[in-house]
C-alpha cells in the first residue's frame, strides 16, 4: 500500500521547522506562478532569478506566521511580488531614463478629430479575441510588446492591469502621482494594444 | 477650447476617464463625444478588454524554467546547511 502524500497544511509545518524537502514540496507546484509574476514585473532573466532566490529564502523565514488565512499560492505570490519590487527599487535603471514611449493613435486634422472615419477599422474585441487568446502566439506576442515597453511603464501596467492594484498604491509603492501612473499606464495599454491589432481587428490588421 | 472635445482628446484622456479622474465638465465631454464617434467608442471598447486579454494570454505556464528549479534546489540546499549546523 502506498503511502498517502502530506497535505499542504503538514508540507507548510514540516518546512516551517526546517524541513527543506518538505520546502521544495511545498513550493514546486507554485513556481511557475512565482517566476512569472516575478519576471514581469523585472523583465530580465538576471534580476528575476536574484529576486526568486531572495522571495524563497523569505517565503521560508516568514512560513511561522503564515497563519493559512489565505491560500498558500496567493500569500506566497504577494512575497515574490513584494521580492520583485525591492529588486527593482535597489538598481538603478537605465530604461527609467529613456524617453516615454509615444502615445501610438490614428491620424486626425487639424481639428483633432480623425481623419476619414468611415475607412477606420473598427476594434471588435469581444467576438475575436477570446477565440484565439489560447493561441501561443499572442502570448508571444504579448511577451514582446512588453519587453519593448520601458520598465517605468511596464511594472504600471502589470501591477493595474495584470495584479489588479489600485492606482494609488501604485503610486505610493514606486513614489509617483496618481497622475503619473494613470499616464504611464495609458501609454502602456495603447502600445499594447496597437501590437494586438491582428489578433482584436475584425477584418484585415 | 471648445466644450466637445476632439478624437485625440478623448483616445488620449480614456483611461483618466475610466477612473474617473477628470473633472465633471470634461467627463461629459467625453461621454457625449463617444455617445456619436463609433471610432473612439470601438478605442475604448479594446482599452478596456485588454487587461482580461492580457491575464488570459498572459497565464502561468504549466512548466517553470529550468533555472527556477536550480534555484529551489539552491534554497532547499542552504537550508539543510541551516539545519544541520
Redesign the interface.
Known amino acids: 500500500m502506498t503511502k498517502a502524500s502530506p497535505s499542504e497544511a503538514e508540507l507548510i509545518q514540516r518546512a516551517a521547522t526546517g524541513d527543506s524537502d518538505a520546502f521544495g514540496a511545498l513550493v514546486q507546484p507554485h513556481l511557475a506562478l512565482f517566476h512569472n509574476g516575478i519576471h514581469r514585473i523585472l523583465g530580465n532573466v538576471a534580476d528575476t532569478q536574484d529576486a526568486l532566490q531572495d522571495a524563497l529564502m523569505s517565503i521560508h523565514r516568514d512560513l511561522p506566521r503564515f497563519e493559512g488565512r489565505s491560500r498558500f499560492s496567493s500569500w506566497g505570490y504577494k512575497v515574490c511580488l513584494n521580492s520583485a519590487l525591492m529588486m527593482r527599487r535597489s538598481r538603478v535603471r537605465i530604461h527609467d531614463m529613456e524617453r516615454a514611449p509615444p502615445l501610438v493613435l490614428g491620424t486626425f486634422d487639424e481639428r483633432g478629430h480623425h481623419m476619414e472615419p468611415d475607412h477606420l477599422p473598427e476594434w471588435q474585441v469581444e467576438a475575436q479575441a477570446h477565440g484565439l487568446v489560447e493561441q501561443q502566439e499572442m502570448r508571444e506576442c504579448l511577451t514582446r510588446a512588453l519587453d519593448e515597453l520601458p520598465d517605468s511603464h511596464r511594472i504600471v501596467f502589470v501591477l493595474k492591469d495584470l495584479e489588479d492594484w489600485e492606482t494609488d498604491d501604485i503610486a505610493r509603492h514606486l513614489q509617483l502621482t496618481p497622475g503619473t501612473v494613470r499616464q504611464r499606464l495609458h501609454r502602456s495599454r495603447v502600445l499594447l494594444q496597437a501590437r494586438l491589432r491582428t489578433f482584436v481587428l475584425g477584418g484585415r490588421p | 477650447m471648445t466644450f466637445l472635445?476632439?478624437?485625440?482628446?478623448v483616445?488620449?484622456?480614456?483611461?483618466?476617464y475610466g477612473?474617473g479622474?477628470l473633472p465633471l465638465s470634461r467627463r461629459i465631454g467625453i461621454w457625449i463625444h463617444l455617445r456619436f464617434?463609433?471610432?473612439?467608442a470601438?478605442?475604448m471598447?479594446?482599452?478596456?478588454?485588454?487587461?482580461g486579454?492580457?491575464?488570459?494570454?498572459?497565464g502561468?505556464?504549466?512548466?517553470?524554467?529550468e533555472?527556477?528549479?536550480k534555484?529551489?534546489?539552491?534554497?532547499?540546499?542552504?537550508?539543510?546547511k541551516?539545519?544541520e549546523s
Do not use: M, N, W, Y
Open positions: 472635445p476632439s478624437c485625440h482628446d483616445q488620449t484622456e480614456l483611461t483618466e477612473e479622474a464617434c463609433k471610432v473612439c470601438g478605442f471598447r479594446g482599452l478596456r478588454a485588454l487587461p486579454l492580457a491575464k488570459i494570454a498572459l502561468p505556464q504549466e512548466e517553470a524554467p533555472t527556477a528549479f534555484i529551489l534546489a539552491e534554497v532547499q540546499a542552504v537550508l539543510l541551516q539545519e
